[in-house]
């Protein structure tokens, strides 16, 4: 069983829709990354949290500690939006060692 | 501008013969590391470092070696590259800080680097 675990792996949406994305993981952990990686292979990071709901423009992500559950939703979601995101998690309590859920492939019809 | 630099982007060489991937970042972050991806197995961590001359393993190390001597730099060394080392690999940095210090903890990766072992 894989210690990060997303869904769906697969999405299409229409543009303008809600969007929620979510990730599991099993081990204790310090903190949460979300990274979205473009079709062209280049890797942003979109958020890092340990606790509570951060925002950027139309993305939002959250976490539970206790449920050990974080989603990332995208608000009026645009064909811009389409690339796979991937959820990782800093295991234990070192912000060191990442694990990397399989990710996530969005892909927003216009 | 803010960036990590990977070299080469791309290279094809053949088994046993030693190479080094340089990854270079100009933001004085503290924290480095390593990264391949494979189809089907996403990304993995190699190797990382939390300062100068502080390396340690991440989950797939076995056949990379890494170094920091200096702060901006990172180097992933294959001693005696094999063909299941075929893969793309980032470099990525951020900064060191508390997790309850606040602030922007973004991650910066390199833009990759394709290697071809035969």
């Known amino acids: 069983k894989n210690e990060v675990e997303q869904s769906p792996q697969n999405l299409t949406a229409q543009e303008g829709e809600f969007i929620t994305i979510n990730c599991s993981y099993s081990?204790?952990?310090?903190?949460l990354h979300w990274l979205q990686q473009h079709p062209g292979g280049g890797i942003v990071s979109l958020f890092m949290l340990s606790s509570g709901k951060k925002k950027h423009g139309r993305l939002i992500a959250t976490i539970n500690i206790q449920e050990k559950h974080s989603s990332l939703h995208i608000t009026a979601s645009h064909p811009r939006d389409s690339a796979v995101y991937i959820c990782a998690v800093y295991h234990g309590g070192s912000q060191g060692n990442l694990i990397f859920g399989k990710g996530t492939k969005l892909s927003v019809k216009p | 501008e803010a960036q990590v630099t990977q070299n080469p982007r791309y290279l094809i060489t053949v088994t046993g013969k030693k190479l080094t991937v340089t990854c270079s970042q100009n933001m004085n972050h503290e924290y480095m590391s390593w990264y391949r991806q494979d189809p089907g197995l996403g990304l993995r961590q190699i190797y990382y470092s939390m300062n100068v001359e502080v390396t340690d393993k991440g989950d797939v190390p076995e056949g990379y070696k890494v170094s920091r001597k200096e702060k901006r730099n990172f180097p992933l060394i294959l001693e005696s590259p094999s063909p299941n080392q075929t893969s793309l690999y980032f470099c990525?940095?951020?900064?060191?800080?508390?997790?309850?210090?606040?602030?922007?903890?973004?991650?910066?990766f390199g833009p990759g680097t394709r290697l071809l072992v035969l």
């Open positions: 081990v204790g952990i310090s903190a």
């Open positions: 990525a940095s951020r900064r060191l800080q508390t997790l309850a210090g606040g602030g922007e903890e973004t991650q910066y």
